[in-house]
Protein backbone atom coordinates (compact mmCIF):
# COMPACT_ATOMS: atom_id res chain seq x y z
CA UNK A 1 0.00 0.00 0.00
CA UNK A 2 1.05 3.69 -0.35
CA UNK A 3 0.24 6.53 1.47
CA UNK A 4 0.35 10.12 1.10
CA UNK A 5 -0.27 13.31 3.12
CA UNK A 6 -1.86 16.75 1.92
CA UNK A 7 -2.32 19.45 4.73
CA UNK A 8 -4.80 22.12 4.27
CA UNK A 9 -6.50 25.53 6.09
CA UNK A 10 -9.57 25.04 7.04
CA UNK A 11 -11.03 28.50 7.98
CA UNK A 12 -14.30 29.10 9.30
CA UNK A 13 -17.07 31.02 8.09
CA UNK A 14 -17.08 33.30 11.59
CA UNK A 15 -14.60 32.91 14.68
CA UNK A 16 -16.39 30.84 17.31
CA UNK A 17 -15.89 31.63 21.01
CA UNK A 18 -16.46 29.47 23.71
CA UNK A 19 -15.72 29.83 27.06
CA UNK A 20 -12.01 28.42 26.59
CA UNK A 21 -10.87 29.93 23.68
CA UNK A 22 -11.81 31.81 20.30
CA UNK A 23 -11.11 29.74 16.96
CA UNK A 24 -11.34 31.78 13.20
CA UNK A 25 -9.51 28.18 11.66
CA UNK A 26 -7.18 25.23 11.91
CA UNK A 27 -5.54 22.92 9.90
CA UNK A 28 -6.34 19.30 8.64
CA UNK A 29 -3.94 17.11 7.86
CA UNK A 30 -5.24 14.55 5.32
CA UNK A 31 -4.65 10.39 4.80
CA UNK A 32 -4.81 8.94 1.23
CA UNK A 33 -4.07 5.02 1.38
CA UNK A 34 -4.03 3.53 -2.05
CA UNK A 35 -3.56 -0.10 -3.02
CA UNK A 36 -4.58 -2.06 -6.32
CA UNK A 37 -5.72 1.47 -8.33
CA UNK A 38 -8.50 1.91 -5.02
CA UNK A 39 -7.96 4.90 -2.59
CA UNK A 40 -9.29 5.45 0.70
CA UNK A 41 -9.32 8.65 2.73
CA UNK A 42 -8.72 10.03 6.60
CA UNK A 43 -8.50 13.49 8.21
CA UNK A 44 -7.21 14.81 11.47
CA UNK A 45 -7.46 18.30 12.50
CA UNK A 46 -5.22 20.22 14.89
CA UNK A 47 -6.17 21.11 18.69
CA UNK A 48 -4.85 23.15 21.15
CA UNK A 49 -7.02 21.09 23.86
CA UNK A 50 -5.70 18.27 22.48
CA UNK A 51 -2.20 19.16 21.91
CA UNK A 52 -1.91 18.54 18.76
CA UNK A 53 -0.23 21.23 16.47
CA UNK A 54 0.22 20.76 12.93
CA UNK A 55 4.44 19.99 12.86
CA UNK A 56 3.19 16.91 15.51
CA UNK A 57 0.42 15.96 13.65
CA UNK A 58 2.15 15.73 10.33
CA UNK A 59 4.50 13.96 12.11
CA UNK A 60 2.30 11.52 13.48
CA UNK A 61 0.37 10.57 10.35
CA UNK A 62 3.71 10.53 8.52
CA UNK A 63 4.57 7.57 11.30
CA UNK A 64 0.97 5.67 10.48
CA UNK A 65 1.57 6.11 7.05
CA UNK A 66 4.88 4.65 7.13
CA UNK A 67 3.81 1.67 8.99
CA UNK A 68 1.07 0.64 6.88
CA UNK A 69 3.88 -0.70 4.66
CA UNK A 70 4.10 -3.37 6.51
CA UNK A 71 0.68 -4.63 5.59
CA UNK A 72 -0.33 -6.81 2.54
CA UNK A 73 -3.67 -5.56 2.10
CA UNK A 74 -5.72 -2.60 4.13
CA UNK A 75 -8.33 -5.38 5.59
CA UNK A 76 -5.24 -7.10 7.39
CA UNK A 77 -4.03 -3.02 8.10
CA UNK A 78 -8.21 -2.71 9.62
CA UNK A 79 -7.89 -5.72 11.59
CA UNK A 80 -4.24 -4.77 13.69
CA UNK A 81 -4.62 -3.05 16.74
CA UNK A 82 -0.91 -2.68 17.58
CA UNK A 83 -1.43 1.09 17.08
CA UNK A 84 0.77 2.00 20.05
CA UNK A 85 1.04 5.30 21.50
CA UNK A 86 -0.43 7.20 18.39
CA UNK A 87 -2.80 10.04 19.66
CA UNK A 88 -6.63 9.22 19.44
CA UNK A 89 -7.07 11.54 16.41
CA UNK A 90 -4.36 9.82 14.59
CA UNK A 91 -5.60 6.45 15.12
CA UNK A 92 -9.39 7.52 13.84
CA UNK A 93 -8.02 9.51 10.63
CA UNK A 94 -6.02 6.07 9.56
CA UNK A 95 -8.84 3.88 10.53
CA UNK A 96 -11.25 6.07 8.25
CA UNK A 97 -9.01 5.96 5.20
CA UNK A 98 -8.71 2.22 5.99
CA UNK A 99 -12.44 1.56 6.24
CA UNK A 100 -12.75 3.85 3.60
CA UNK A 101 -10.62 1.83 1.01
CA UNK A 102 -12.13 -1.39 2.58
CA UNK A 103 -15.44 -0.35 1.42
CA UNK A 104 -14.71 0.53 -1.85
CA UNK A 105 -12.90 -2.91 -2.61
CA UNK A 106 -16.05 -4.97 -1.29
CA UNK A 107 -18.70 -2.67 -2.69
CA UNK A 108 -19.88 -1.88 0.90
CA UNK A 109 -20.83 1.61 2.82
CA UNK A 110 -18.64 1.86 5.84
CA UNK A 111 -22.03 1.99 7.98
CA UNK A 112 -22.44 -1.59 6.70
CA UNK A 113 -18.92 -2.91 7.72
CA UNK A 114 -19.23 -1.29 10.78
CA UNK A 115 -22.99 -3.30 11.45
CA UNK A 116 -20.88 -6.22 10.50
CA UNK A 117 -18.19 -5.64 13.57
CA UNK A 118 -20.67 -5.36 15.75
CA UNK A 119 -23.48 -7.80 15.29
CA UNK A 120 -26.22 -5.18 14.15
CA UNK A 121 -27.52 -5.36 11.12
CA UNK A 122 -29.92 -2.10 10.67
CA UNK A 123 -31.93 -2.18 7.11
CA UNK A 124 -31.65 1.82 6.55
CA UNK A 125 -29.00 4.12 5.84
CA UNK A 126 -28.01 6.53 8.89
CA UNK A 127 -29.11 9.70 9.29
CA UNK A 128 -29.55 12.15 11.93
CA UNK A 129 -31.05 15.56 12.95
CA UNK A 130 -27.51 17.28 13.96
CA UNK A 131 -27.49 20.10 16.49
CA UNK A 132 -26.28 23.06 14.99
CA UNK A 133 -23.25 25.47 17.52
CA UNK A 134 -24.02 28.78 17.83
CA UNK A 135 -20.95 30.56 20.23
CA UNK A 136 -20.53 33.03 22.53
CA UNK A 137 -22.10 36.12 20.81
CA UNK A 138 -24.62 38.68 22.21
CA UNK A 139 -28.23 37.80 22.55
CA UNK A 140 -29.32 39.66 19.45
CA UNK A 141 -27.07 38.08 17.27
CA UNK A 142 -27.43 34.59 18.42
CA UNK A 143 -31.34 35.60 17.82
CA UNK A 144 -30.63 36.76 14.09
CA UNK A 145 -28.20 32.64 14.01
CA UNK A 146 -31.04 30.75 15.39
CA UNK A 147 -34.19 32.13 13.08
CA UNK A 148 -32.12 31.67 10.20
CA UNK A 149 -30.95 27.97 10.95
CA UNK A 150 -35.13 27.53 12.05
CA UNK A 151 -35.75 28.77 8.63
CA UNK A 152 -33.42 26.11 6.88
CA UNK A 153 -34.67 23.12 8.80
CA UNK A 154 -32.60 23.03 11.96
CA UNK A 155 -34.37 21.11 14.53
CA UNK A 156 -31.61 21.02 17.25
CA UNK A 157 -29.81 24.38 18.29
CA UNK A 158 -26.43 24.00 20.59
CA UNK A 159 -25.50 26.89 22.82
CA UNK A 160 -21.66 28.06 24.05
CA UNK A 161 -21.98 29.07 27.00
CA UNK A 162 -19.43 30.13 30.00
CA UNK A 163 -19.39 34.50 29.86
CA UNK A 164 -17.70 36.12 32.48
CA UNK A 165 -21.06 37.18 33.75
CA UNK A 166 -23.45 34.16 33.69
CA UNK A 167 -26.68 36.45 33.10
CA UNK A 168 -25.37 37.39 29.20
CA UNK A 169 -25.61 33.45 28.37
CA UNK A 170 -28.99 33.41 30.24
CA UNK A 171 -29.99 35.95 27.93
CA UNK A 172 -28.61 34.50 24.87
CA UNK A 173 -31.05 31.06 25.71
CA UNK A 174 -33.63 33.56 25.84
CA UNK A 175 -33.51 35.72 22.73
CA UNK A 176 -32.57 31.80 20.66
CA UNK A 177 -36.11 30.20 22.55
CA UNK A 178 -37.51 33.34 21.10
CA UNK A 179 -36.29 33.31 17.48
CA UNK A 180 -36.57 29.34 17.00
CA UNK A 181 -39.34 28.15 19.28
CA UNK A 182 -39.29 25.35 18.28
CA UNK A 183 -36.19 23.63 18.49
CA UNK A 184 -34.31 21.95 20.75
CA UNK A 185 -31.93 23.43 22.71
CA UNK A 186 -28.58 21.71 24.16
CA UNK A 187 -26.14 23.83 26.13
CA UNK A 188 -22.45 23.56 26.80
CA UNK A 189 -20.53 25.84 28.88
CA UNK A 190 -17.16 23.62 28.24
CA UNK A 191 -16.36 22.91 31.85
CA UNK A 192 -16.60 27.00 32.67
CA UNK A 193 -18.61 26.57 35.71
CA UNK A 194 -17.82 25.71 39.46
CA UNK A 195 -20.02 23.10 40.81
CA UNK A 196 -22.02 25.95 42.75
CA UNK A 197 -22.21 27.59 39.96
CA UNK A 198 -24.20 25.01 38.29
CA UNK A 199 -26.65 24.10 41.07
CA UNK A 200 -27.51 27.89 40.75
CA UNK A 201 -27.90 28.08 37.10
CA UNK A 202 -29.36 24.81 36.24
CA UNK A 203 -32.54 25.23 37.32
CA UNK A 204 -32.46 28.48 35.59
CA UNK A 205 -32.00 26.76 32.23
CA UNK A 206 -34.14 23.82 32.98
CA UNK A 207 -37.38 26.80 33.28
CA UNK A 208 -35.99 27.98 30.30
CA UNK A 209 -36.61 24.76 28.33
CA UNK A 210 -33.00 23.29 27.92
CA UNK A 211 -32.77 19.86 27.19
CA UNK A 212 -29.50 18.75 28.48
CA UNK A 213 -26.10 20.06 29.46
CA UNK A 214 -22.80 19.20 28.22
CA UNK A 215 -19.25 19.03 30.68
CA UNK A 216 -20.45 22.29 33.25
CA UNK A 217 -18.01 22.18 35.49
CA UNK A 218 -14.23 21.95 34.77
CA UNK A 219 -12.82 18.46 33.47
CA UNK A 220 -10.49 16.33 36.02
CA UNK A 221 -12.62 16.08 38.50
CA UNK A 222 -15.52 12.92 37.17
CA UNK A 223 -16.48 12.48 40.63
CA UNK A 224 -18.09 16.06 40.90
CA UNK A 225 -19.17 16.06 37.50
CA UNK A 226 -21.38 12.27 38.68
CA UNK A 227 -22.56 14.49 42.19
CA UNK A 228 -23.56 17.15 40.13
CA UNK A 229 -25.82 14.94 37.98
CA UNK A 230 -27.61 13.25 40.96
CA UNK A 231 -29.01 16.63 41.69
CA UNK A 232 -29.18 18.09 38.34
CA UNK A 233 -32.83 18.57 36.77
CA UNK A 234 -31.38 18.64 33.79
CA UNK A 235 -29.52 15.64 32.04
CA UNK A 236 -25.62 16.13 32.01
CA UNK A 237 -23.19 15.01 29.36
CA UNK A 238 -20.10 14.23 30.08
CA UNK A 239 -17.53 15.60 27.39
CA UNK A 240 -14.06 16.69 28.09
CA UNK A 241 -14.43 13.57 31.52
CA UNK A 242 -15.29 11.11 28.63
CA UNK A 243 -12.26 10.33 26.64
CA UNK A 244 -11.06 7.61 26.71
CA UNK A 245 -13.10 3.79 27.49
CA UNK A 246 -11.91 3.92 30.97
CA UNK A 247 -13.53 7.53 31.38
CA UNK A 248 -16.97 6.14 30.16
CA UNK A 249 -17.12 3.39 32.19
CA UNK A 250 -16.48 5.44 35.34
CA UNK A 251 -18.92 7.42 34.28
CA UNK A 252 -21.74 4.64 32.78
CA UNK A 253 -24.62 5.30 34.84
CA UNK A 254 -23.96 8.11 36.72
CA UNK A 255 -24.35 10.87 34.06
CA UNK A 256 -26.92 11.31 31.47
CA UNK A 257 -25.17 11.51 28.40
CA UNK A 258 -21.27 10.96 26.95
CA UNK A 259 -20.19 13.04 23.98
CA UNK A 260 -18.27 10.24 21.80
CA UNK A 261 -15.94 11.82 19.11
CA UNK A 262 -13.93 9.83 17.10
CA UNK A 263 -11.13 12.05 17.28
CA UNK A 264 -11.25 11.70 21.02
CA UNK A 265 -11.58 8.23 21.25
CA UNK A 266 -9.64 6.77 18.60
CA UNK A 267 -12.07 5.80 15.69
CA UNK A 268 -15.43 4.26 14.53
CA UNK A 269 -14.62 0.61 16.39
CA UNK A 270 -13.17 2.55 20.06
CA UNK A 271 -16.94 4.44 19.20
CA UNK A 272 -18.55 0.85 18.71
CA UNK A 273 -17.42 0.04 22.23
CA UNK A 274 -17.90 2.55 24.30
CA UNK A 275 -21.76 2.33 22.62
CA UNK A 276 -21.95 -1.14 23.60
CA UNK A 277 -20.40 -0.53 27.27
CA UNK A 278 -23.08 2.13 28.04
CA UNK A 279 -26.18 0.05 26.56
CA UNK A 280 -28.70 -0.05 29.70
CA UNK A 281 -26.98 1.49 32.00
CA UNK A 282 -29.11 4.49 31.88
CA UNK A 283 -26.13 7.25 30.02
CA UNK A 284 -26.91 8.12 26.43
CA UNK A 285 -24.65 8.65 23.36
CA UNK A 286 -23.81 11.63 22.21
CA UNK A 287 -21.99 11.85 19.02
CA UNK A 288 -20.02 15.10 18.63
CA UNK A 289 -17.01 16.55 16.82
CA UNK A 290 -14.32 18.86 16.10
CA UNK A 291 -14.75 21.49 13.23
CA UNK A 292 -13.53 19.71 10.46
CA UNK A 293 -14.20 18.94 7.11
CA UNK A 294 -17.28 16.53 5.56
CA UNK A 295 -13.82 14.09 5.26
CA UNK A 296 -13.25 14.36 8.93
CA UNK A 297 -17.11 14.09 9.92
CA UNK A 298 -18.31 11.23 7.26
CA UNK A 299 -17.14 8.09 9.35
CA UNK A 300 -18.85 9.49 12.58
CA UNK A 301 -21.80 10.13 10.36
CA UNK A 302 -22.05 6.32 9.45
CA UNK A 303 -22.70 5.74 12.92
CA UNK A 304 -25.01 8.69 13.75
CA UNK A 305 -28.60 6.74 13.98
CA UNK A 306 -27.08 4.55 17.40
CA UNK A 307 -26.89 8.36 19.22
CA UNK A 308 -30.02 9.93 21.01
CA UNK A 309 -27.92 13.43 20.36
CA UNK A 310 -26.09 14.18 16.97
CA UNK A 311 -23.73 17.27 17.27
CA UNK A 312 -21.97 16.24 13.65
CA UNK A 313 -22.11 19.95 12.36
CA UNK A 314 -18.23 20.68 12.15
CA UNK A 315 -18.37 20.86 8.65
CA UNK A 316 -21.00 23.52 8.67
CA UNK A 317 -19.09 26.03 10.31
CA UNK A 318 -16.35 26.15 7.66
CA UNK A 319 -16.15 28.86 4.92
CA UNK A 320 -15.54 26.79 2.13
CA UNK A 321 -15.51 22.76 3.10
CA UNK A 322 -13.43 21.16 0.39
CA UNK A 323 -15.62 17.69 0.81
CA UNK A 324 -19.08 16.43 0.23
CA UNK A 325 -21.05 13.68 0.99
CA UNK A 326 -23.11 14.08 4.07
CA UNK A 327 -25.25 17.04 3.53
CA UNK A 328 -26.28 19.08 6.78
CA UNK A 329 -27.37 22.13 5.63
CA UNK A 330 -31.21 21.09 6.21
CA UNK A 331 -30.33 20.40 9.62
CA UNK A 332 -29.62 16.53 8.46
CA UNK A 333 -26.86 14.94 8.06
CA UNK A 334 -27.22 11.55 5.99
CA UNK A 335 -24.54 8.68 5.43
CA UNK A 336 -23.90 7.52 1.54
CA UNK A 337 -24.68 4.39 0.11
CA UNK A 338 -22.35 4.34 -1.78
CA UNK A 339 -18.79 2.20 -1.26
CA UNK A 340 -16.50 3.60 1.32
CA UNK A 341 -17.18 7.24 3.38
CA UNK A 342 -19.39 7.78 0.02
CA UNK A 343 -17.54 11.44 0.17
CA UNK A 344 -15.63 12.96 -2.41
CA UNK A 345 -12.88 16.05 -2.34
CA UNK A 346 -14.22 19.53 -4.05
CA UNK A 347 -10.71 20.98 -4.25
CA UNK A 348 -6.92 20.10 -3.76
CA UNK A 349 -3.94 21.27 -1.43
CA UNK A 350 -0.49 20.66 -0.84
CA UNK A 351 0.94 16.93 -0.87
CA UNK A 352 3.74 15.20 0.61
CA UNK A 353 4.35 11.84 -0.14
CA UNK A 354 4.73 9.33 2.91
Request: glycine share 8%; proline share 6%; hydrophobic share 40%.
Amino acid sequence: MKATLRTVRLTLAEPLRISRSTMSARDAVWLTVEHEGLTGHGEAVTSVYYGLNTTELERQLYEAALDLGRFGDPESALRDRTAGDRPPAVTAAVEAALLDLCGKRSGLPVHRLLDAKSARTSPTTPSARTARTIGIVPAERAATQAHSLADSGFTVIKVKAGAPDPEDDLDRIRAIASAAPRARLLLDPNGAWTSAQALQLLPRYAELGVEAVEQPVAPGDPEALARLAERSPLPLIADEDAVTYEDVRRLAGRVHGVNVKLAKCGGPYAALRITELIEGSGTELMLGCLTASTLGLAPAVHLADRARWADLDGHLLLADDPWTGIGGADGVVRASDLPGLGVRERRVGREDAA
